[in-house]
Structure formats: C-alpha cells, structure tokens
C-alpha cells in the first residue's frame, strides 16, 4: 500500500513586506497592496519532511491550500519542490474565517481529496502566528496529532516514533496512523526548486475547488462558521525618542551607565559582596 | 448558535496552569493574576479557579493560589505524568462540559498551544491565540487584543456569541503575576479515573526530558542584553553574555548568531522567537529588521549600541550609540567589575 501524504501550505504576504502594510481609514480593514505573497515559510519545512519521507517509505505527496484563485502561484511553486499534486479550495464562501472554520474547510478538502496516512504542516503561519490550525484540523479530521515535532520515522509496528520540541524539554512520542504531524522550523532546511522542476511543475495535477464541488456545511466555513469575531484594528507606533549619545568611548559608557542605575538595573556583583 | 440563555450557565474566570518538570509556568501565573483583575474589572463573583493536570501536585496549590487562584482543582493521576494531548484534553473537555467557566485561559506554551485550539475544537468555541492584553467590554464579552504580521499589527478578537470565551497568552507578556495573601483557597481534587479509560491511546509519550536553561530564562529576565549580525566573533559574543550576567539579566540574540552557533535557540527574540518585555534592552550590533523589533518593542528602557547610524534599531530605541560595540560593551563590563559603576552620580 502507498502511503498518502498530505501537506497543508498557506498563502501569507511576504514579511519582508510587513512594513507596507497599512490600515484603509475607511473600511478600517488592512490593506496589503502591492506586497507579494508567498509559501507561509514554515510550512516549507513540512513540505520538505514529506519528501524526505517519500523517498525513505515511498508514497505520494499532495499539498493542499485554501485560499484565493492566485495561490495558484504558490500551489506550483510546492510543486515544483516536489509535491505530487495540488488541491487549491477557492471560494468567496471561504473568506473571514478563522482558525476553527479554516480547519473545518481544509478537513473536507482532505477528505474529498484521498484516504490520508499523514498529514504534515507547519508549525505557525508568518502572518497569523496562531499555531492554531494544526491541532484543529486533526480533530476535525479524528486523527491523533503532535505539534513542534523535530524527527519521525515510521515504525515496523506501523505508528510513528517522533521527536517534540516543548518550551523546555524533549519529548518522545509515539503516534497511530493517521496521524497529523506540526512540523517544526528546525526540524530540516527546505529544498529549493530547480529550472527543471519549475517545468516539471506544470504538468503536475492542480485541482481547484469550490464549494460547489467540495460541498461544505455553509454554516462551518467563512465567517459564519467562525466562533470568533474581529474586532478593532491598530498599527501601533514603536518609534521613541532615540538619544543619540556623543563623546569618547568612556564618556559614553558613563552616560549609559546612569541610564541603566535609572532604570533600575543594579550590579550584580556588587550586591553579592555586601551579603 | 448558542442561546443567550446556555450561555449565561457559563460564569466566572477559569486558569489552565501547567507544570513544567517540578516548576509552574509562569504563563499560569500571570494569567492567574490576570484573571484576579478582570474579575474585579467584571464584578464577578465566581472564584478564579486553576485548574492543575499532572502526578504529584500536592505542593502547587499554594503556589497558584499567591498568584490569584480562590479554588484549585487538582486532577492528580499516574496516567497523567507526561504531557499527552489527547489525554489531558479528554479531561479537560469532561470537566469544562461539567463546570462551565464563561472564560478560559491557558499559556501559550508548548503544551498550552496545543490544548488550547484542541480543546476549543472539541467544544465548539472560539480561541484567541497569544493574546498581549485582555480586558471586559461594557457588556461583560471578553476582549483579547491579539498580534498579527509579526506583531505590527494589534487587531481585538471577542466570541461573543459561544462559551467558554477562551484565550492564551505568552509567559511575560502580560506583566509579571502579582502576589496574593494565599489563606483561604480551596483545594478539590478531582477523580479522573472513570474517564481516563475512554483514553484512546493514540498518542503515548515515551519520555519527556527537561533542559536546563543556565542563568535567568529570558521571558523572566529585567535585563536583557542581545546580539546580532554585527557581533561577528566569539570573543565579543562573550562579552554580550558578560554584560548579561554583571547585570543579573539574560542573553538574547537575532538569526545571526545563533547561526553562527554563538547562541541557543531559547535565546532568540523576534516573530520565529520570543516576545520579551524586560526593564531595560541592550541591542549590540543589533540592525533592526522588523522580525526583531517585533519582540522587543515592548521593553523599558531600549539601549541600542550600532556602528551603522541609519540602523533602524535607531528609530525604536530611546537611547542609541553609534559605535564599535565591542568596545561599548567591554567599558561597561569594566564599570561593573571596577566598582566605577556605583560611583557615578545618579540624580534623584
């Protein structure tokens, strides 16, 4: 049997662009004009952990994406990485949700689109950051799942043995098939695409969804199956006064040092000496 | 949709906290404290509850409680030794059904970032996830004011409509837990074992190791000192961990060195690192890209040390020293170590 590998990839403005990034004083909605958009770099990383998986177990990658028609962009460039064949879910319906309602989406996206072993992502997409995705989309797909997850191999016994990166520990976990795995940013160093594999690219299935075709409970996806709402919005400004501190090398140390007793810092030294 | 009616069965401030090793998150807390204030904020008059999962907690409830928690709910059981998401959240998902918190929180740690949205899933709800602040509207809603594009954004995020109202928040980015006289808690201890055998056993966790961390964790630290792209050597990164320690403060770095292999990966600050909200931030040869900026905005006193004077750390930085690190740095060592540090002048 030919194991099925998911890869779950998101579409985020670049963030190298997050200073161009404003707020319309009108709708009061972001407007990110003019900033290109990219493969949420995390989730190369799980991209990557799939291939390497393929060629040790053998298998099929498919990526899959929810988004706007022009993901097809990114949906290619995964392609061209490696991946086997893309689903793209595309629909106005699909807009505004949030994490539950995404998951909810991608979940019967998944299962419209094979019977998967294991699906990989990545750990936090660059714009959101929630991480929330990946725990919620194994429930709505009732697979177990691990987060942060830093190695795995496939076991003679069929589960998977994996390493897990908590905030200060490692831990080793062993999980059934089908599982979800959140692939951690250090777990690998993601492979570039070739000129060949760019050509090769685009004759790989792509297979764009709506809902008419996916056929999702209307009261799951976009904003109607988002339990929460946004609220206001703010750029808050960070800029300070920015004292510039002029003279030698010693007259400089000598104004930072009153900054920091000002501040409160103490010596260290000093304090375990009158103990 | 909820009714209105199901929804106001929910009531009071519940806390997730999670042990760590031998040691509570300082994420549980500070959420602890927080939910003390929104309580007051709200009237509510349902006690702050934590709610502890784990094996051998008989010594925490204290603790939780002189960081806020009224009642503590300890939920004690081998079974529960190790982190196991499908387990602890089979618990959890039994015990919040029962009781009802109109709010829950939980760090946003490893273990929290898991539970939190697996939960949220579970019962249907809504999380917002690393929330920086959290406060009540005038109709009782809880408001978590969450950071987007790496923290350039602020936008609020509400669940009005669906209960509990949960939400995460980082260790130190709400402020640190404030210390409460811990004399009348209470303490219930809940039997977990009827359902825990409805445990699927799909996830198992072999064994968990804790990492020692030398000197003080970062999110802790009132002083941090961090380096980047212009400390190009380990003898002037040495001095960046000097300065850190002559001030009781922690190490901090940028992609740089810790690709360089100077630093660890705790140590990072930024949108793929740690949010850090020290007294006083020393950035040596530190640029400023955003990712950074992200991280660190919300520091005290910003000290940015920098040969290059267009360096956009500038821009956010209240005091800025256009020079050779190295040699900044070594003065300020010196200072420390000679005693030349007490002796300058300090006004009132």
Redesign the interface.
Same mark, same amino acid.
């Given at each position: 049997m030919e194991l099925k590998i998911a890869v779950c990839i998101k579409s985020v403005?670049d963030?190298d662009y997050? !200073?161009k990034?404003t707020?319309d004083p009108k709708t009061k909605t972001?407007t990110r004009k003019g900033i290109p958009a990219i493969i949420s770099p995390g989730d190369k990383h799980a991209l990557e952990a799939a291939l390497q998986f393929k060629t040790i177990n053998g298998g099929i990658v498919t990526v899959i994406s929810m988004a706007p028609p022009d993901a097809k962009k990114e949906s290619y460039e995964a392609l061209a990485m490696g991946a086997d064949k893309a689903v793209l879910l595309s629909d106005r319906a699909f807009a505004g949700a949030?994490?539950?309602a995404t998951?909810y989406t991608l979940a019967q996206g998944l299962k419209r689109s094979g019977d998967f072993d294991l699906v990989l992502t990545g750990t936090e997409s660059? !714009?959101?950051?929630?991480?929330?995705?990946? *725990?919620?989309l194994?429930?709505?797909l009732g697979m177990? &799942?691990?987060?942060?997850v830093q190695e795995f191999s496939l076991q003679t016994d069929g589960d998977i043995m994996a390493t897990v990166?908590? !905030?200060?520990?490692? +831990?080793?976990?062993?999980?059934?098939l089908p599982?979800l795995l959140a692939i951690s940013?250090?777990a690998n160093k993601p492979r570039y695409k070739t000129a060949m594999s760019i050509i090769k690219a685009k004759k790989k299935p792509l297979n764009i969804m709506g809902n008419e075709t996916l056929q999702a409970d209307t009261e799951r996806i976009g904003q109607n199956g988002? *339990?929460?709402? *946004?609220? !206001?919005?703010?750029? *808050?400004s960070?800029?300070? &006064?920015?004292?510039?501190?002029g003279g030698s090398?010693?007259e400089?140390?000598?104004?930072?040092?009153?900054?920091?007793?000002?501040? +409160?810092?103490?010596?260290?030294?000093?304090?375990e000496k009158s103990v | 949709m909820m009714k209105i009616a199901d929804r106001d069965e929910y009531r009071g401030i519940w806390v997730i906290a999670e042990v760590?090793?031998d040691q509570i998150?300082s994420a549980s807390f500070e959420l602890l404290s927080k939910a003390r204030e929104l309580k007051e904020q709200g009237q509510i008059k349902e006690k702050v509850t934590a709610l502890l999962l784990g094996e051998n907690l008989a010594d925490f409830p204290e603790k939780l409680a002189q960081a806020g928690a009224e009642t503590v709910v300890l939920v004690d059981n081998p079974a529960l030794r190790?982190?196991?998401?499908?387990t602890y959240a089979l618990v959890l998902q039994e015990i919040v059904t029962a009781r009802k918190p109109a709010i829950l929180l939980m760090g946003a740690?490893?273990?929290g970032?898991?539970?939190?949205?697996?939960l949220?899933?579970?019962l249907? /709800?809504?999380?917002?996830?690393?929330c920086v602040d959290m406060r009540l509207n005038d109709t009782g809603n809880l $408001?978590a004011v969450v950071?987007?594009?790496?923290g350039?954004?602020?936008?609020?995020?509400?669940?009005?409509?669906?209960r509990p109202q949960m939400a995460t928040a980082k260790p130190g980015i709400l402020g640190k837990a404030v210390c409460f006289l811990a004399k009348d808690y209470f303490v219930e201890n809940y039997d977990a074992s009827e359902i825990l055998k409805k445990d699927?056993g799909?996830?198992?966790?072999?064994?968990? /190791?804790?990492?020692s @961390?030398n000197g003080v964790p970062l999110e802790m630290a009132?002083?941090v000192v961090a380096g980047g792209f212009g400390i190009s050597n380990k003898e002037t990164w040495v001095l960046v961990e000097k300065l850190a320690?002559?001030?009781?403060g922690a190490v901090a770095c940028t992609r740089p060195p810790l690709d360089e292999g100077f630093a660890k990966?705790?140590q990072m600050i930024g /949108?793929?690192g740690k949010s850090v909200r020290p007294? @006083?931030y020393i950035g040596a040869g530190i640029s400023g890209a /955003?990712?950074h @900026?992200c991280g660190m905005?919300d520091a005290?006193? $910003? @000290?940015a040390i920098n040969n290059d004077?267009k360096a956009p750390i500038?821009? $956010?930085?209240?005091?800025?020293? $256009?020079?050779d690190a190295a040699?900044?740095l070594i003065?300020?060592i010196e200072?420390?170590?000679s005693?030349?540090?007490?002796e300058?002048c300090?006004?009132n």
């Open positions: 403005p963030p997050y !200073d990034i707020i972001l949030d994490t539950l998951s660059a !714009d959101g950051a929630t991480s929330q995705v990946p *725990p919620q194994a429930e709505s177990a &799942h691990l987060c942060n990166k908590m !905030d200060s520990a490692i +831990g080793k976990y062993k999980i059934k599982a940013r250090t988002s *339990p929460t709402w *946004p609220g !206001d919005i703010t750029i *808050p960070l800029a300070r &006064h920015g004292q510039i501190l090398v010693e400089i140390v000598e104004q930072l040092i009153t900054k920091l007793r000002l501040a +409160g810092a103490s010596s260290v030294r000093k304090k | 760590n090793g998150s190790y982190f196991q998401n499908e740690t490893a273990v970032s898991d539970l939190a949205p697996m949220g899933a579970k249907c /709800t809504g999380v917002a996830a690393h $408001v950071p987007a594009f790496g350039k954004v602020l936008g609020d995020i509400l669940c009005p409509e669906l699927r799909r996830v198992k966790a072999l064994s968990v /190791t804790y990492k @961390i009132d002083v320690d002559c001030l009781g990966e705790y /949108t793929s007294k @006083i /955003t990712h @900026i905005k005290g006193l $910003v @000290i004077a500038f821009k $956010v930085a209240d005091v800025g020293v $256009v020079g040699q900044i003065g300020l200072a420390l170590q005693g030349k540090w007490d300058i300090v006004p």
